[in-house]
């Protein structure tokens, strides 16, 4: 998961988020085997990122960063008819995360071709739609906020930076913390 969605779900900065993760020492994914690249660069040109992470039991996102690491060329296919055709009566109608799956490309790609298309009708924001906004915004993340609203996930980030909105923190919950406190007390029970 980004820092961003971490930082945003604990109500947190993405340096705060960040900083602790360096401080727990918590690293993001890599590949670590040299079989792995090999994997990869002799399926790179027929397979899909998908498949490949399937293959090496990694995340779409962690194949593609790996694969610029390697210098592998910029896997980007052509649009076909029948993906623009899909494109332009599916837009609207269904969640973009599920036409970028049905494609096989990314969120934010189908998004962009949805634009170029002229798909993307950029709308005012009413009256109602701040105060749903405003109502929403500390209880749920800018995705989710961006699929209930039906805008995009940068505008409801800049609406809401706009509007000065503010994520609650959530407090940690207390079985973690009593959980903590008993090992010590347990531990010292034990060694007396």
Do not use: C, N
């Amino acid at each position: 998961m980004p820092y961003e969605e971490v930082a945003e779900k604990l109500g947190r900065s993405h340096d705060a988020v960040k900083m602790k993760a360096r401080k727990l020492e918590l690293r993001k994914m890599e590949f670590r085997s040299d079989q792995d690249d090999q994997l990869l660069r002799d399926s790179y040109q027929e397979q899909s990122y998908d498949r490949i992470a399937q293959r090496v039991g990694r995340t779409v996102l962690a194949v593609k960063a790996r694969a610029i690491t390697l210098g592998l060329e910029a896997k980007v296919p052509h649009w076909t008819e029948d993906e623009i055709r899909f494109l332009g009566t599916s837009y609207g109608a269904i969640d973009l995360d599920v036409i970028a799956k049905e494609l096989g490309r990314t969120r934010a790609t189908t998004a962009e071709k949805a634009r170029e298309m002229g798909r993307v009708r950029y709308r005012h924001w009413s009256r109602e739609d701040v105060q749903r906004l405003t109502e929403l915004y500390p209880r749920f993340t800018a995705r989710e906020l961006a699929d209930r609203l039906g805008r995009s996930y940068k505008t409801i980030r800049y609406q809401a930076r706009q509007l000065g909105l503010r994520k609650q923190r959530r407090p940690v919950e207390s079985s973690m913390i009593s959980s903590q406190r008993k090992e010590p007390a347990a531990e010292a029970t034990a060694a007396s």
